[in-house]
Antibody, heavy 119, light 110 residues
Framework: QVQLQESGPGLVKPSETLSLTCAVS?????????WGWIRQPPGKGLEWIGS???????YYNPSFKSRVTISVDTSKNQFSLKLSSVTAADTAVYYC????????????WGQGTLVTVSS | QSALTQPASVSGSPGQSITISCTGT?????????VSWYQQHPGKAPKVMIY???KWPSGVSNRFSGSKSGNTASLTISGLQAEDEAEYYC??????????FGGGTKLTVL
Protein backbone atom coordinates (compact mmCIF):
# COMPACT_ATOMS: atom_id res chain seq x y z
CA GLN A 1 0.00 0.00 0.00
CA VAL A 2 1.44 3.33 -1.07
CA GLN A 3 1.59 5.88 1.75
CA LEU A 4 2.69 9.51 1.70
CA GLN A 5 3.49 11.67 4.71
CA GLU A 6 4.18 15.40 4.67
CA SER A 7 6.48 17.03 7.20
CA GLY A 8 7.91 20.46 7.85
CA PRO A 9 7.47 23.63 9.91
CA GLY A 10 3.89 24.58 10.68
CA LEU A 11 4.74 28.26 10.97
CA VAL A 12 6.74 30.36 8.51
CA LYS A 13 7.43 34.08 8.65
CA PRO A 14 6.43 36.39 5.79
CA SER A 15 9.09 36.78 3.08
CA GLU A 16 10.80 33.56 4.16
CA THR A 17 10.88 30.19 2.37
CA LEU A 18 8.38 27.43 3.07
CA SER A 19 9.99 23.98 2.99
CA LEU A 20 8.12 20.68 3.12
CA THR A 21 9.08 17.06 2.56
CA CYS A 22 6.94 14.14 1.48
CA ALA A 23 8.14 10.71 2.59
CA VAL A 24 6.88 7.83 0.46
CA SER A 25 6.50 4.28 1.75
CA UNK A 26 5.23 1.14 0.07
CA UNK A 27 6.61 2.17 -3.30
CA UNK A 28 10.01 3.17 -4.60
CA UNK A 29 9.98 6.61 -6.23
CA UNK A 30 12.76 5.48 -8.58
CA UNK A 31 10.45 2.88 -10.12
CA UNK A 32 8.54 5.66 -11.85
CA UNK A 33 5.39 7.77 -11.66
CA UNK A 34 5.17 11.48 -11.11
CA TRP A 35 4.72 13.00 -7.66
CA GLY A 36 3.06 16.29 -6.88
CA TRP A 37 2.14 19.01 -4.42
CA ILE A 38 -1.36 20.46 -4.05
CA ARG A 39 -2.49 23.05 -1.51
CA GLN A 40 -5.78 24.15 0.03
CA PRO A 41 -6.15 27.52 1.79
CA PRO A 42 -8.48 27.38 4.80
CA GLY A 43 -12.08 27.10 3.62
CA LYS A 44 -11.09 27.24 -0.03
CA GLY A 45 -10.48 24.92 -2.97
CA LEU A 46 -7.57 22.82 -4.14
CA GLU A 47 -4.70 24.28 -6.15
CA TRP A 48 -2.07 22.26 -8.02
CA ILE A 49 1.43 23.56 -7.33
CA GLY A 50 3.66 21.28 -9.36
CA SER A 51 4.87 17.75 -10.12
CA UNK A 52 8.19 15.91 -10.38
CA UNK A 53 9.49 12.66 -11.87
CA UNK A 54 12.23 10.65 -10.16
CA UNK A 55 14.51 11.66 -13.03
CA UNK A 56 14.14 15.26 -11.92
CA UNK A 57 11.74 16.48 -14.61
CA UNK A 58 9.51 19.11 -13.09
CA TYR A 59 6.31 20.89 -14.07
CA TYR A 60 4.98 23.91 -12.23
CA ASN A 61 1.77 25.90 -12.04
CA PRO A 62 2.57 29.16 -13.86
CA SER A 63 1.08 31.01 -10.89
CA PHE A 64 3.98 29.78 -8.75
CA LYS A 65 6.73 29.29 -11.26
CA SER A 66 8.97 32.09 -10.07
CA ARG A 67 8.77 31.05 -6.41
CA VAL A 68 8.56 27.26 -6.39
CA THR A 69 11.12 24.47 -6.51
CA ILE A 70 10.28 20.78 -6.27
CA SER A 71 13.09 18.28 -5.88
CA VAL A 72 13.44 14.54 -5.36
CA ASP A 73 15.79 12.42 -3.22
CA THR A 74 15.54 8.83 -4.40
CA SER A 75 18.01 7.63 -1.75
CA LYS A 76 15.55 8.70 0.95
CA ASN A 77 12.46 7.90 -1.15
CA GLN A 78 11.10 11.40 -0.69
CA PHE A 79 10.45 14.60 -2.55
CA SER A 80 10.35 18.19 -1.39
CA LEU A 81 8.70 21.56 -1.94
CA LYS A 82 10.24 24.97 -1.47
CA LEU A 83 8.13 28.11 -1.88
CA SER A 84 9.96 31.38 -1.49
CA SER A 85 8.85 34.89 -0.50
CA VAL A 86 5.74 33.64 1.24
CA THR A 87 2.87 35.87 2.33
CA ALA A 88 -0.28 35.26 4.36
CA ALA A 89 -1.94 34.14 1.12
CA ASP A 90 0.30 31.06 1.17
CA THR A 91 -1.29 29.84 4.41
CA ALA A 92 -2.82 26.50 3.49
CA VAL A 93 -2.93 22.78 4.03
CA TYR A 94 -0.27 21.33 1.75
CA TYR A 95 -0.78 17.85 0.34
CA CYS A 96 1.64 15.61 -1.48
CA UNK A 97 0.22 13.06 -3.91
CA UNK A 98 1.12 10.56 -6.60
CA UNK A 99 -0.01 10.87 -10.19
CA UNK A 100 -1.74 7.64 -11.21
CA UNK A 101 -0.96 5.54 -14.26
CA UNK A 102 -1.49 7.61 -17.36
CA UNK A 103 -0.39 10.65 -15.34
CA UNK A 104 -3.86 12.17 -15.52
CA UNK A 105 -5.09 12.03 -11.93
CA UNK A 106 -3.87 11.82 -8.34
CA UNK A 107 -4.39 8.36 -6.88
CA UNK A 108 -2.60 8.45 -3.51
CA TRP A 109 -2.55 11.45 -1.16
CA GLY A 110 -0.83 12.34 2.06
CA GLN A 111 -2.91 13.46 5.03
CA GLY A 112 -1.85 17.07 4.52
CA THR A 113 0.01 19.51 6.72
CA LEU A 114 -1.10 23.01 7.70
CA VAL A 115 1.42 25.76 7.12
CA THR A 116 0.64 29.17 8.55
CA VAL A 117 2.47 32.27 7.34
CA SER A 118 2.61 34.79 10.14
CA SER A 119 5.12 36.92 11.99
CA GLN B 1 -4.65 29.06 -15.43
CA SER B 2 -8.14 29.87 -14.12
CA ALA B 3 -9.98 27.54 -11.76
CA LEU B 4 -12.71 25.40 -13.26
CA THR B 5 -16.25 26.54 -12.41
CA GLN B 6 -18.41 24.40 -10.13
CA PRO B 7 -21.66 25.24 -8.33
CA ALA B 8 -21.01 26.17 -4.72
CA SER B 9 -23.55 23.70 -3.40
CA VAL B 10 -26.00 20.98 -4.35
CA SER B 11 -28.36 18.92 -2.26
CA GLY B 12 -30.50 15.84 -2.50
CA SER B 13 -32.45 13.37 -0.43
CA PRO B 14 -31.32 9.82 0.29
CA GLY B 15 -31.93 7.56 -2.69
CA GLN B 16 -32.09 10.42 -5.15
CA SER B 17 -29.55 11.31 -7.85
CA ILE B 18 -27.62 14.55 -8.14
CA THR B 19 -25.29 15.96 -10.76
CA ILE B 20 -22.39 18.35 -10.24
CA SER B 21 -21.09 20.30 -13.20
CA CYS B 22 -17.55 21.45 -13.90
CA THR B 23 -17.01 24.04 -16.62
CA GLY B 24 -13.66 24.90 -18.13
CA THR B 25 -12.34 25.87 -21.52
CA UNK B 26 -11.06 24.24 -24.69
CA UNK B 27 -7.58 24.41 -23.12
CA UNK B 28 -8.48 22.08 -20.28
CA UNK B 29 -11.81 20.24 -19.92
CA UNK B 30 -12.74 20.54 -23.58
CA UNK B 31 -9.30 19.72 -24.89
CA UNK B 32 -8.61 16.43 -23.12
CA UNK B 33 -10.51 13.43 -21.80
CA UNK B 34 -8.62 13.72 -18.52
CA VAL B 35 -11.11 15.01 -15.98
CA SER B 36 -11.00 13.52 -12.49
CA TRP B 37 -13.30 13.98 -9.51
CA TYR B 38 -12.34 13.98 -5.83
CA GLN B 39 -14.41 13.56 -2.69
CA GLN B 40 -13.21 15.33 0.43
CA HIS B 41 -14.71 14.92 3.88
CA PRO B 42 -13.94 17.61 6.49
CA GLY B 43 -10.38 17.41 7.76
CA LYS B 44 -9.50 14.59 5.39
CA ALA B 45 -7.42 14.28 2.24
CA PRO B 46 -9.21 14.17 -1.11
CA LYS B 47 -10.06 10.76 -2.56
CA VAL B 48 -10.34 10.11 -6.29
CA MET B 49 -13.80 8.91 -7.32
CA ILE B 50 -13.61 9.19 -11.13
CA TYR B 51 -10.69 9.61 -13.51
CA UNK B 52 -10.31 10.10 -17.26
CA UNK B 53 -13.88 11.49 -17.38
CA UNK B 54 -15.71 8.25 -16.63
CA LYS B 55 -13.38 5.57 -15.24
CA TRP B 56 -13.65 4.11 -11.74
CA PRO B 57 -10.62 3.59 -9.52
CA SER B 58 -10.56 0.24 -7.75
CA GLY B 59 -12.92 0.17 -4.79
CA VAL B 60 -15.11 3.12 -5.77
CA SER B 61 -18.85 2.51 -5.97
CA ASN B 62 -20.47 2.54 -9.40
CA ARG B 63 -23.09 4.87 -7.91
CA PHE B 64 -20.59 7.52 -8.98
CA SER B 65 -20.37 8.20 -12.70
CA GLY B 66 -18.78 10.82 -14.91
CA SER B 67 -19.38 12.32 -18.32
CA LYS B 68 -18.30 15.24 -20.47
CA SER B 69 -19.80 17.40 -23.18
CA GLY B 70 -17.74 20.12 -24.75
CA ASN B 71 -16.11 22.25 -22.06
CA THR B 72 -18.30 20.89 -19.25
CA ALA B 73 -17.78 17.71 -17.26
CA SER B 74 -20.30 16.23 -14.86
CA LEU B 75 -20.30 13.94 -11.85
CA THR B 76 -23.52 12.07 -11.10
CA ILE B 77 -24.15 10.32 -7.82
CA SER B 78 -27.09 7.96 -7.83
CA GLY B 79 -28.82 6.39 -4.83
CA LEU B 80 -27.58 9.15 -2.52
CA GLN B 81 -26.41 8.02 0.88
CA ALA B 82 -25.66 10.00 4.01
CA GLU B 83 -21.95 9.14 3.68
CA ASP B 84 -21.84 10.90 0.30
CA GLU B 85 -22.17 14.27 2.05
CA ALA B 86 -18.81 15.92 1.36
CA GLU B 87 -17.04 18.49 -0.80
CA TYR B 88 -16.42 17.45 -4.40
CA TYR B 89 -13.71 18.82 -6.67
CA CYS B 90 -13.14 18.35 -10.37
CA UNK B 91 -9.67 18.49 -11.87
CA UNK B 92 -8.59 18.65 -15.48
CA UNK B 93 -5.35 18.11 -17.31
CA UNK B 94 -4.48 21.42 -18.94
CA UNK B 95 -1.64 20.48 -21.26
CA UNK B 96 2.14 20.48 -20.76
CA UNK B 97 1.77 18.22 -17.71
CA UNK B 98 -0.20 20.86 -15.79
CA UNK B 99 -3.48 20.56 -13.90
CA UNK B 100 -6.30 22.84 -12.83
CA PHE B 101 -8.90 22.20 -10.12
CA GLY B 102 -12.43 23.43 -9.72
CA GLY B 103 -13.55 25.58 -6.82
CA GLY B 104 -15.41 22.75 -5.14
CA THR B 105 -19.07 21.85 -4.57
CA LYS B 106 -20.56 21.09 -1.16
CA LEU B 107 -23.01 18.21 -1.34
CA THR B 108 -25.64 18.12 1.36
CA VAL B 109 -27.73 14.98 1.86
CA LEU B 110 -31.04 16.18 3.27
Amino acid sequence: QVQLQESGPGLVKPSETLSLTCAVSGYSISRGYYWGWIRQPPGKGLEWIGSIHYSGNTYYNPSFKSRVTISVDTSKNQFSLKLSSVTAADTAVYYCARLGSGLTYFDYWGQGTLVTVSS
Amino acid sequence: QSALTQPASVSGSPGQSITISCTGTSSDVGGYNYVSWYQQHPGKAPKVMIYDVSKWPSGVSNRFSGSKSGNTASLTISGLQAEDEAEYYCCSYAGSSTFVFGGGTKLTVL
